[in-house]
C-alpha cells in the first residue's frame, strides 16, 4: 500500500495555510494512517474557523470569533504540530524548505500549497485607514462590526456573493445601504445573470440602494466621512466603505520557484503542482481556492474554484495523491456547491453555468407575482446533460436533484415534470434564450 511507502519515504509533511483546504489535508493524512511529522503552518494567529461566518453571523453579531471554530478531527488536532501566526515568505525547492517572516525554516519531503486567497481592492483605494475595510477574515467582519457602532450609512462595492451578505446584514442593522456593481444585475457569476435579475429586484425591494452598472471611480476624503465617486460623476457620501471586490490567489512565497503562477498554482488533473514547462514537482501538492487544475467532470482547461464544500474535497483528495507517490490516482473530480440565505432568499447553486447552456425554469409556485420568492429552480444543461443548478427557496427539489447528480455526473433529466414552453422574457441575456421553460 502506497501509504505505508510514503511513510517510509516522507518523514515530514508541510501544509501551508490553515484554512479549509489545508486542515482538510491534514485531517485525511492522519486517516489514512500517515506516520511522519505533519505541520500546518499558517499566517492568521487564530485557531482556523468557517471563513464563510464572516460576512453572515460574525458580521450580524450572532456569533463571536470563538463561536466559528473550525470543527477539527481531535486526533488530527493532537497530533499535528501547529505553526500559526507565521508567514511563509519563501520556498526553496532545491533545500525543500519553505521559510517564514519569523525567520524560521520548515523543512519537509511532502508539501501541501493550500495557502488560499486574499481580498483584493484596487491599489489607490486607502484600505486601513479608518472606516475602508475588506472582508474576507475574521479580523476583518471584527473590524468592520466595531465601525458600525456609528455609522449611518454604508457603501458596498461588488455585488457577488459576499457583498449581497453584506448588505443584507447592513439593512438588518438598519444601516442606509448602497450597494455598487459593474454588471447590470446582482450575483452574476454567483448565479447567472437570468436568477441574478430576479434577485436584484429582490434587494431594491429591501431598500438596499443599487448603482449597478457603475463602477468607483475614486474614493476621498470628506471632512470626516467618505466620498465615493462612480464613474457617472455621482458622489456618494458615506461613513464606511466595504471593498468586497475581487480575489487573488495567494502565491508571494511561490515566486522565482519555477511553478506556473499565471492564476493560482497550475497542477494536473489529481492536484500534483506543475512547473511552467508542465513537469509534475515530486511531492508537491496544491489544493483549495489556490489551485488551478482541470477538472474533468466538466472540462480539461484548469480553473479555480473558490468554495468552502470544494476546498474540504480538494484537500481530502490532495492528502490522497501526495501519499500515493507516483502511483497513478484517479482524477479529482468535484460537484462545486455552495449555498447563502440573504433578503428572505435560500440560494442554492451545485455545478456550472456555460454561458451558452440550454436552460429550464421550475416556478415552485407559478401564478405568484412575487415568483423568485415562492421558490423557482433553473437548470443547466449542455449535450443534454444536466451541468448546473440554481434553487431559490427550492430547498427539496434542489437537494434531490443535487443527490442524483453527485452520483451520477451524467444525469440527463431532471426528475421534476417535463417541461411546457413559456414565452421569453425581453429581460433573459440572449446566451441564455435558447430553451426555457416553465414548469407547473
Ligand atoms: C467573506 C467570505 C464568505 C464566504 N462564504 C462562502 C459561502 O457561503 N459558501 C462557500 O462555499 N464559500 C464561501 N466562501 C469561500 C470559501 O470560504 C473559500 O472557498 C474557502 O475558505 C477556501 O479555503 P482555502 O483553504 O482554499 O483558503 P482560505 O480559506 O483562504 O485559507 C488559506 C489560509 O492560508 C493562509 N495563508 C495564505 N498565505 C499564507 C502564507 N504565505 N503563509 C502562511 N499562511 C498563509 C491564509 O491566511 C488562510 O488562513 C466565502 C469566502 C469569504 C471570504
Known amino acids: 500500500m502506497s501509504r505505508y511507502r510514503a511513510s517510509i519515504v516522507y518523514d515530514r509533511i508541510l501544509i501551508v495555510g490553515c484554512g479549509r483546504a489545508g486542515v482538510a489535508a491534514a485531517e485525511e493524512l492522519t486517516r489514512l494512517g500517515f506516520q511522519g511529522e505533519i505541520t500546518l503552518l499558517g499566517d492568521e494567529t487564530n485557531a482556523p474557523y468557517d471563513r464563510p461566518a464572516v460576512s453572515k453571523r460574525l458580521l450580524d453579531g450572532r456569533a463571536r470569533p470563538c463561536d466559528v471554530k473550525m470543527p477539527i478531527d481531535t486526533r488530527t488536532e493532537r497530533t499535528v504540530r501547529w505553526a500559526l501566526g507565521r508567514r511563509a515568505v519563501h520556498l ?5 524548505t519553505v521559510g517564514t517572516d519569523t525567520g524560521e525554516a520548515f523543512e519537509f519531503d511532502g508539501l501541501v500549497i493550500a495557502s488560499g486567497a486574499h481580498a483584493a481592492p484596487p491599489r489607490d483605494w486607502p484600505i486601513g485607514e479608518p472606516g475602508i475595510h475588506t472582508l474576507y477574515t475574521v479580523d476583518d467582519a471584527w473590524g468592520l462590526r466595531q465601525d458600525l457602532r456609528w455609522a449611518e450609512k454604508v457603501v458596498i462595492v461588488g ?50 440602494q443599487l448603482r449597478l452598472g457603475r463602477r468607483v471611480a475614486s474614493i476621498s476624503r470628506r471632512r470626516r466621512r467618505w466620498l465615493v465617486t462612480l464613474s457617472d460623476g455621482e458622489e456618494i457620501e458615506t461613513d464606511i466603505v466595504v471593498a468586497s471586490a475581487g480575489e487573488r490567489p495567494e502565491t508571494g512565497f511561490l515566486a522565482g520557484t519555477g511553478l506556473d503562477l499565471s492564476d493560482g498554482v497550475l497542477c494536473d488533473e489529481s492536484l500534483r503542482v506543475l512547473d511552467t514547462d508542465g513537469r509534475v514537482i515530486e511531492g508537491v501538492v496544491a489544493a483549495g481556492t489556490v ?37 497513478p490516482v484517479p482524477p479529482v473530480t468535484v460537484l462545486p456547491r455552495y449555498w447563502s440565505e440573504q433578503f428572505g432568499l435560500r440560494i442554492q447553486v451545485a455545478g456550472v453555468m456555460p454561458p451558452d447552456a440550454d436552460i429550464s425554469v421550475t416556478h415552485l409556485r407559478p401564478g405568484r407575482r412575487e415568483s423568485i420568492r415562492a421558490g423557482a429552480l433553473v437548470s443547466y444543461y449542455q449535450n443534454g446533460r444536466v451541468v448546473g443548478l440554481v434553487g431559490v427557496n427550492a430547498m ?12 451520477n455526473p451524467d444525469l440527463v433529466e431532471p426528475a421534476v415534470p417535463t417541461p411546457a414552453p413559456m414565452p421569453m422574457p425581453a429581460s433573459a441575456p440572449v446566451a441564455q434564450r435558447r430553451r426555457l421553460y416553465a414548469v407547473a
Request: glycine letters at 6%; proline letters at 5%; aromatic letters at 4%.
Open 92 to 96: 526553496d525547492p532545491a533545500t525543500r
Open 291 to 327: 489551485a488551478r487544475w482541470p477538472n474533468l467532470r466538466y472540462s480539461t482547461r484548469p480553473q479555480r474554484i473558490g468554495q468552502w464544500i470544494a476546498a474540504l474535497e480538494q484537500g481530502r483528495a490532495a492528502a490522497h495523491t501526495l501519499l500515493a507517490l507516483d502511483e
Open 159 to 208: 455585488a457577488g456573493l459576499t457583498g449581497c451578505e453584506a448588505a443584507c446584514t447592513m439593512r438588518n442593522l438598519a444601516r442606509q445601504t448602497v450597494l455598487v456593481d459593474s454588471k447590470p444585475q446582482v450575483l452574476t457569476r454567483a448565479v447567472g445573470e437570468m436568477v441574478g435579475e430576479m434577485i436584484t429586484e429582490e434587494v431594491r425591494h429591501d431598500g438596499v
Open 396 to 407: 427539496a427539489p434542489f437537494n434531490s436533484l443535487t443527490r442524483a447528480l453527485l452520483v
